[in-house]
C-alpha cells in the first residue's frame, strides 16, 4: 500500500491491507450458494460475539440504518431517549422524525446515564421503548450497562434499543444475559472494516413487538431480514465487499481468542490514560464511566488543538479527532480501536508529545 495517513479517529479506524484485499475478491452473486455459504459461514462467530442464541443480521446501511430502522420496527407508545452526547442526543430528533412521540432522559456531555433517573421516568408507564447509547463516542463515556439492564429488567414490556457502535467487540456485552431487545454496532469502529455497513441482533420479545407495528416500511423491516436470514440471505442486494471483509475480520478476531482481544484494548487504553495524566491534560469524561476504546481527552491547557492536530499529520501522518461538533478545540479524541497494539498506540503517543514539545 502507498503511504497514507493512517487514522486514530474514534472511527473510521485504520483497515489492515488483509481486510482491504478481502474487500475487493472477486464479486459472486447474493441470491447464490456461494453467497449463502458466506453467510452460513461468519454467523456462528457473529453470534459468538453478540453473545446470542438470536439471529445476527447484516445491513448495508451506516449504525444510522439499524437505528432509525429499529425506532420504526419497534416504537409504539413513546420513546425514552437516554441522551448523554452528540450521538445519543440526535436519536431523539430521529425518533421524531420517524413521527414518534420521544423524550429526552438527559444528562450533560461528560456524565453518564443514571439507572436511579431512568427508573423514575419508565415508572411513569409512558414509555414502551428506550434508546440507549453503551458507549457515546463524542464524549467517551461508557454508560453503566449492567446497572441499566437491571433496571430495565423491573419493566417487561419495555424494549431496550442498545447502539454498541463505538464497544462491540472490544469487550464483553452479553446481549441475551442483559436482555437487551436490539443490538446493533458499525463496522468502521473496533471491527476496523470499511464504513457503510452494520450488524444486528434483535430478540424475540422486539420480534413480536414488529409484528404488531404498522409502517415498519422495507429495507429495514425486521420481519424480512427474519425471513431471509432464515435462507441466509438479505433482504436486498448487500455490499457483498463488506462481509468478505467481515469474514477475514472474523478470522483475525478468533485467531487472537476473544479474551486476548478484549485484554489488548484495556492495555492499549490505560497507555493512553496514563499518556493523559503524564501530559497534564485531564479527562472530559467522568471517572469510572470511561470508554475503553477511545479517550476524550479535555484541552485544560488550552492549547491549538487543530494546530497539533495538523502537526501530527503532517509530520507523523498520524490523525487525530479534534473534538466533536461543539467539544471541537475544547477537547481531542484518541482512538485505541480495532487492530491497535501497544507498540502502535505508544508510536502515536511519542508523536503527540513530539508535536506538543
Ligand atoms: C456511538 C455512535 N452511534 C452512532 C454513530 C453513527 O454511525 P454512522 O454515521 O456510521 O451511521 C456513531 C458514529 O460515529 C457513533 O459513534
Not at 485504520?14 to 447474493?30: D, L, Q, W, Y
Not at 446497572?147 to 454498541?164: F, G, N, Q, R, S
Not at 416500511?217 to 448487500?238: S, V
Not at 492499549?268 to 477511545?294: I, M, P, Y
Request: net charge neutral; charged share 25%.
Amino acid at each position: 500500500m502507498q503511504p497514507h495517513d493512517k487514522l486514530f479517529t474514534p472511527g473510521p479506524v485504520e483497515v489492515s491491507a488483509k481486510t482491504m484485499a478481502a474487500f475487493s475478491r472477486p464479486m459472486i452473486g447474493h441470491r447464490g450458494g456461494a453467497f449463502k455459504n458466506l453467510y452460513r459461514d461468519i454467523h456462528p462467530r457473529l453470534q459468538a460475539l453478540f453473545y446470542t442464541g438470536q439471529p445476527v443480521f447484516l445491513s448495508t446501511t451506516s449504525a444510522w440504518g439499524v437505528m432509525e430502522g429499529s425506532i420504526r420496527n419497534l416504537a409504539g407508545r413513546s420513546v425514552l431517549c437516554c441522551m448523554c452526547g452528540a450521538f445519543s442526543d440526535k436519536w431523539l430528533d430521529v425518533a421524531r422524525r420517524c413521527g414518534k412521540d420521544a423524550e429526552p432522559l438527559q444528562v450533560e456531555w461528560g456524565k453518564h446515564i443514571y439507572p436511579k433517573e431512568l427508573d423514575r421516568a419508565l415508572a411513569s408507564g409512558k414509555f414502551d421503548t428506550v434508546t440507549l447509547i453503551h458507549n457515546e463516542t463524542s464524549t467517551g463515556v461508557m454508560n453503566p450497562l449492567p446497572e441499566i439492564c437491571c433496571t430495565l429488567a423491573k419493566y417487561p414490556d419495555v424494549v431496550l434499543i442498545l447502539d454498541t457502535v463505538s464497544s462491540f467487540s472490544a469487550m464483553k456485552i452479553d446481549m441475551d444475559a442483559l436482555g437487551i431487545d436490539v443490538m446493533l454496532t458499525g463496522s468502521q469502529k473496533a471491527l476496523a472494516l470499511p464504513p457503510g455497513f452494520s450488524l444486528f441482533s434483535v430478540s424475540e420479545k422486539a420480534f413480536s413487538r414488529a409484528e404488531k407495528q404498522k409502517d415498519r416500511g422495507y429495507y429495514l423491516d425486521f420481519l424480512e431480514f427474519k425471513k431471509q436470514q432464515e435462507g441466509w440471505m438479505t433482504p436486498t442486494t448487500p455490499s457483498i465487499g463488506h462481509i468478505f471483509a467481515l469474514q477475514s475480520k472474523l478470522e483475525d478476531i478468533f485467531e487472537e481468542g476473544l479474551d486476548a482481544r478484549y485484554n489488548r484494548h484495556q492495555r492499549t487504553n490505560a497507555l493512553v490514560h496514563d499518556w493523559v495524566q503524564n501530559a497534564g491534560f485531564d479527562f472530559f469524561a467522568e471517572e469510572n464511566f470511561r470508554s475503553k476504546t477511545l479517550t476524550c481527552v479535555a484541552n485544560n491547557k488550552n492549547i491549538d488543538v487543530l494546530a497539533m492536530a495538523k502537526a501530527l499529520r503532517e509530520k507523523h501522518h498520524l490523525v487525530i479527532d479534534p473534538g466533536y461538533g461543539k467539544r471541537r478545540g475544547k477537547t481531542f479524541r484518541l482512538s485505541n480501536m480495532g487492530d491497535e497494539t501497544e507498540e502502535t498506540v505508544s508510536h502515536l503517543l511519542a508523536c503527540l508529545d513530539d508535536v506538543l514539545r
